[in-house]
């Protein structure tokens, strides 16, 4: 097995980046505020969405056991081997720049009724210019093969391990995934508190983690536990670093739009909450492995 280390805090930032985090706030809570125009409500449902319920349904023809749920997080499911993978090692490979590849074949076996063995193929595409899959809207499984972006992966991987986190939650250990990790840098038990004390929610930790986990992935405003304020803020925090701030801005306000399309509530004290548990003491450093 490969070793990941946890990405946490590092050294504190230049100022520079507490400046565009406190700016890009300040656009953020504007973008909320201002929702979205008359005509881009009209145009909302031309806006490419994942069908999860297809999605699901063609992996599973590749992955028989993805709807079976899990009773103990260590069971071994030819899903969770994948949702691990995509998650913890072919998702941040995706993002290096070193990195060359265009797309990721995984394999996967299974046992068919008959108790033969049976391979089936996963391409998973990077979409880096260079090689587009040839499907990239709702994929079909044909011939024992599926096409699918790093995104669509991605959301079927953090479907499959709400469950696992679940389970972790329940013997106290808070699993957070690398993008989440990498920009939710406080106490995810402090940040339960307050929510229960100043907003009075009454869902449990592992609700939370599912929240900050698929809010944090590029399409988890597809996916059931994601929120508006959490994105936002993960959003601000992860592009603070970035000099190009026009740039930025352009990728905070396409993600805002992405979760207002699909109907997901804004809520600027929430937003607010979040954005302190993305800069609690200092802002997280991208590990560069």
């Known amino acids: 097995k490969k070793s990941w280390k946890l990405l946490g805090a590092m050294e504190k930032p230049p100022g520079w980046i507490f400046y565009n985090f406190r700016e890009g706030k300040k656009k953020v809570m504007k973008m909320m505020r201002d929702g979205l125009s008359a005509e881009e409500l009209a145009t909302a449902t031309k806006i490419a969405a994942y069908d999860m319920k297809v999605l699901e349904r063609e992996f599973t023809k590749i992955c028989p056991d993805y709807p079976d749920e899990l009773t103990d997080p260590d069971d071994f499911q030819v ?151 959490a994105a936002a803020a993960f959003t601000v925090a992860s592009t603070a670093h970035m000099s190009n701030r026009d740039n930025a801005e352009k990728i905070m306000e396409y993600r805002v739009k992405c979760f207002q399309r699909v109907g997901k509530e804004a809520d600027l004290a929430l937003f607010e909450l979040y954005t302190k548990y993305c800069i609690r003491g200092r802002l997280v450093r991208p590990d560069p492995n």
């Open 79 to 229: 899903s969770r081997t994948f949702a691990m993978e995509i998650l913890f090692e072919v998702g941040p490979a995706s993002n290096l720049v070193s990195n060359t590849e265009t797309r990721r074949i995984m394999e996967l076996t299974h046992m068919d009724k008959a108790g033969k063995e049976v391979t089936n193929r996963v391409y998973v595409h990077f979409l880096k210019n260079r090689d587009a899959p040839p499907v990239t809207g709702n994929p079909r499984a044909i011939n024992g093969k599926i096409h699918l972006t790093i995104r669509q992966a991605s959301l079927l991987a953090l479907k499959k391990m709400e469950k696992v986190i679940e389970l972790m939650a329940a013997k106290e250990k808070y699993l957070l995934f690398p993008l989440a990790g990498n920009v939710f840098s406080g106490s995810v038990t402090d940040l339960h508190k307050e929510l229960k004390e100043k907003f009075g929610v009454t869902y449990d930790i592992a609700h939370l983690l599912k929240c900050i986990n698929e809010s944090a992935y590029g399409g988890g405003e597809n996916l059931e536990f994601s929120e508006l304020p």
